[in-house]
């Protein structure tokens, strides 16, 4: 079985910064994919930065240019660093891993969440 822990979030004043990290443990055999999603009150969860084994990277448009994702795949952990908060960035982050079990059969696992809040 596959475990994430996502840790980071918190309270936060509008243009402040955050560091959100997501380690993945357990039955890895390996991982194609890792990145970051959230959903906001009322809204749809949404892609908000994703990562590849390779190091293709990928981000929402409304994060470009302040959200960074980067990955360690020794440790098997990604992190989103966010900068330039916003108010519309509120919202629950979910980590997510893609990729192969030790069984060798495909997982799709998803974080338990962690809270992004401001203090304004």
């Known amino acids: ?3 994430l822990v996502e840790s980071g979030g918190g309270l936060v004043q509008p243009g402040g910064s955050l560091r959100l990290s997501c380690a993945a443990s357990g ?5 194609s994919a890792m990145g970051w999603y959230r959903q906001a009150p009322g809204k749809q969860r949404e892609l908000v930065a994703g990562v590849t ?12 240019g302040r959200f960074t994702i980067a990955r360690d795949n020794a440790k098997n952990t990604v992190y989103l660093q ?6 519309e960035d509120t919202a629950v982050y979910y980590c997510n891993v893609k990729g192969l079990s030790r069984a060798l ?3 799709d696992h998803w974080g338990q969440g962690t809270q992004v809040t401001f203090s304004s």
């Open 53 to 64: 084994r390779g190091g293709s990277t990928n981000y929402a448009d409304s994060v470009k």
């Open 1 to 3: 079985q596959v475990q």
């Open 27 to 31: 039955s890895i055999f390996s991982i």
């Open 105 to 107: 059969s495909q997982y």
């Open 82 to 87: 966010m900068n330039s908060l916003k108010p």
